[in-house]
């Protein structure tokens, strides 16, 4: 209890006060600019904090995490354009609720959806963080490989694409992440020589241009960068009627649950909670025909799921050290920033770190829901910036951002490289999760491998007949054989539906 | 004229190609120190990420997808190159005249690159000066970090 009470003293300083403020606006900011996310907000936020403290630091990337997941639902709502794929589901209701004058109502239900959400999980989380963390030191190298397996063949086995993509991208990930020093013994490798390699590829400098110099790169190319019409909103209270609360309870309950057990499973995340939840809205509805066409009930649905995804993600991020998504993956490579290695012994410790964690997302909800309700007057006007002067400005701090971790502008050259391979690895349909997945999970993967192979002189077979380490494996084997399937299937039938064209024209 | 060779396949022969470096480069690998007997050495997970990338590379070109509808068209690829163009003479810029001049100059060529329609160039360069002034003047005096002078004025 004395951590928590010590962390919150560090919350409510006014440093901290005014730190997280900015870093939730920039959240709210980043997750509202359909095109942008939270994922590039903190990437780009990220060496801003460098030189903070380290529970300076965490608060503001807290608050870019949940500014930045619990803003998408705003242009969802306004334009009808996600701007987070957690809130992609909120478009099919919030959108038409919007376009008939329900505006209000719409973007109120989303901004304490996600405050319930986010808040209520986060407290929950904080709790269980401990008991996961008591199991998690009982796991050996060989669960701990499995586990990091496990995550990487679940999030190949979910992407929509071809699967053997998804291996290939998570491959090229871990790939990257041997260059430079090896774990264990320091060896070097793939450095040829070059001083700016000994200490692997700078991951600022990777995320900036996977997401952020690629999705400028192509929304260029495209011409996507115009926005619909925005109609002003005025603000009066946040539109919520006791019926919408009465008649949503159970909704919002099983939203909510559902939500944190996929944030708390490896490889899944905000994106597939949201449409999960939405759809057992929809199939639990007296109504369901109203889905679609402005019910409340998808709102409440879809983003009470994907903001307690973020308290379920935190706690395997925290207690094992594995992450979930892209974004877990990212807020854990901030912390390791500031010297907080994610793992088991962290709430032993530096209790007070995880608490700061927990209790700066559940004070970034409150600071989120203020600003979304104080801000609703500015978000239309926001949306309509115009694309080339803010793109420009994204791509110029991006670079200065990247040569900040590192001082060289061989992190400058890294961005642009890593912009191009984005943009080459998306043309030929990779899928980029699992790269990143691969990038951050691979030194764990070989060092808990290294460590289960030196422990015994049975080689692999404990990674096998140990029981948790075996039942991970399985997930991850019985997961990618399914999707295997899945795809030969889809092939087979892209295949007969072509031939059946081919026929018809002859 | 029929084309050869899909997409996939193409992408899998270049997997297959990076596992193949891979495994090419491991023998200039030199273990620091020997650890203990059992362990597996600083060559044995690469070597293993190298075997999974030609099996990949593999498969794609054995069952490749159908290419579908294409990613860019030529017009597009061609942005995509102008806009990586201007970014390679920007760090060139970084590296030789420093911060200061090179991103100013390049922020404005961007700016005029990515506006669908033409902006007014006053506005468009006011607002780079400012821009650079107001980066510079965050990452040195806030974050005390120096930006890149360049080569000619170092």
Redesign the interface.
């Known amino acids: 209890m004395e951590y928590i009470i010590q962390s919150f003293q560090t919350l409510i300083t006014p440093t901290c006060i005014g730190l997280m403020l900015f870093g939730t606006a920039m959240g709210v900011i980043f997750g509202a600019i359909p095109g942008l996310n939270a994922t590039i907000g903190m990437t780009l936020m990220l060496?801003?904090t460098?030189?903070m403290e380290p529970e300076m630091g965490i608060a503001v990337l807290m608050g870019i995490y949940i500014g930045g997941v619990s803003g998408g639902f705003i242009s969802a709502t306004l334009v009808g354009i996600p701007g987070t794929n957690a809130s992609i589901a909120t478009c099919y209701d919030a959108y038409p609720m919007s376009q008939r004058g329900d505006t209000v109502r719409a973007l109120g239900t989303g901004a304490v959806a996600s405050f319930i959400g986010t808040f209520i999980s986060a407290f929950f989380a904080m709790f269980l963080v401990r008991y996961l963390s008591k199991v998690a030191v009982m796991l050996g190298p060989w669960e701990y490989f499995s586990l990091c397996f496990c995550a990487i063949g679940l999030i190949i086995a979910l992407s929509e694409e071809?699967i053997?993509?998804g291996?290939?991208s998570a491959?090229?990930g871990?790939?990257v992440a041997?260059i430079g020093a090896?774990p264990?013994?320091?060896?070097?490798?793939?450095t040829f020589g070059s001083i700016n390699l000994i200490s692997g590829v700078d991951l600022i400098a990777m995320m900036l241009g996977i997401f952020a110099?690629k999705l400028?790169?192509?929304n260029?190319?495209?011409?996507t960068?115009?926005m619909p019409e925005i109609k002003k909103v005025r603000m009066k209270g946040f539109g919520i009627t006791k019926e919408d609360l009465k008649g949503n309870w159970f909704n919002i309950l099983r939203s909510f649950f559902l939500g944190m057990w996929i944030g708390f499973l490896p490889g899944l995340g905000g994106g597939i909670s949201n449409m999960v939840a939405y759809g057992q809205a929809k199939r639990a509805s007296k109504h369901p025909e109203e889905f679609g066409k402005g019910c409340v009930d998808g709102v409440w649905a879809s983003e009470v799921s994907n903001n307690s995804t973020i308290g379920g993600a935190l706690i395997p991020m925290l207690s094992l050290g594995v992450p979930g998504d892209n974004l877990s993956a990212l807020l854990m490579s901030g912390l390791m920033v500031h010297g907080i290695a994610c793992g088991p012994l962290l709430i032993y410790d530096r209790p007070a770190l995880v608490y700061t964690v927990f209790l700066g997302a559940i004070f970034a909800s409150i600071y989120t829901l203020l600003m979304q309700y104080y801000g609703m007057r500015v978000f239309p006007n926001l949306l309509r910036t115009?694309?080339?002067?803010l793109?420009?400005?994204i791509?110029?701090?991006c670079?200065?951002g990247a040569?900040?971790s590192n001082?060289t502008?061989f992190n400058?050259?890294l961005v642009?490289v890593f912009?191009?391979i984005s943009?080459l690895l998306?043309?030929?349909?990779?899928p980029i999760a699992p790269l990143i997945l691969g990038f951050i999970v691979?030194p764990l993967?070989?060092k808990n491998?290294?460590m289960g192979?030196?422990y015994?002189?049975k080689g692999f077979l404990p990674f096998i007949t140990r029981p948790i380490s075996g039942a991970f494996l399985l997930v991850a084997v019985v997961s990618l054989a399914l999707a295997l399937r899945d795809r030969r299937k889809a092939?087979r039938k892209?295949r007969e539906t072509?031939d059946a064209e081919e026929m018809g024209d002859q | 004229m029929k084309k050869r060779f899909k997409?996939?396949q193409l992408?899998g022969l270049c997997?297959i190609l990076?596992g193949v470096f891979?495994l090419a480069?491991l023998p200039t690998?030199?273990?620091?120190?020997a650890?203990?007997p059992?362990?597996?050495?600083?060559k044995?997970?690469?070597k293993l990420?190298?075997i999974?990338?030609i099996i990949?590379?593999a498969?794609?070109i054995i069952?490749p997808?159908?290419d579908g509808v294409p990613?860019?068209n030529k017009e597009?690829?061609i942005?995509?190159a102008k806009?990586?163009g201007l970014?390679?003479l920007?760090?060139g810029g970084?590296?030789f005249v420093g911060?200061l001049i090179s991103?100013p100059i390049?922020?404005f060529l961007?700016?005029?690159?990515?506006?669908?329609v033409p902006?007014k160039k006053v506005i468009a360069g006011l607002?780079s000066i400012v821009?650079?002034l107001f980066?510079y003047l965050a990452?040195t005096k806030i974050?005390?970090?120096?930006?890149?002078r360049g080569l000619l004025f170092t």
């Not at chain 2, 059992?38 to 600083?42: H, L, M, R, V």
């Not at chain 2, 974050?143 to 890149?148: E, F, Q, Y």
Request: aromatic share 20%; proline share 4%; net charge neutral.
């Open positions: 060496p801003f460098f030189k071809n053997f993509k291996m290939a491959l090229i871990m790939f041997t090896s264990i013994d320091a060896s070097f490798r793939f110099i400028i790169a192509v260029f190319a495209r011409g960068q115009k115009p694309y080339h002067y793109y420009s400005s791509i110029f701090i670079f200065m040569f900040s001082y502008l400058c050259g642009l912009g191009i943009v998306t043309y030929g349909g990779f691979s993967l070989e491998l290294r192979l030196t015994t002189d092939q892209a072509k | 997409r996939d992408f997997i990076l891979c480069v690998i030199k273990p620091v120190i650890v203990d059992n362990d597996a050495g600083p044995f997970f690469p990420i190298a999974g990338l990949c590379g498969c794609m069952m997808d159908e990613y860019l597009q690829w942005n995509i806009y990586f970014l390679i920007y760090i970084l590296y911060f991103t390049c922020l961007m700016i005029n690159m990515l506006a669908e902006v607002y821009l650079t980066i990452f974050l005390v970090i120096i930006l890149p």
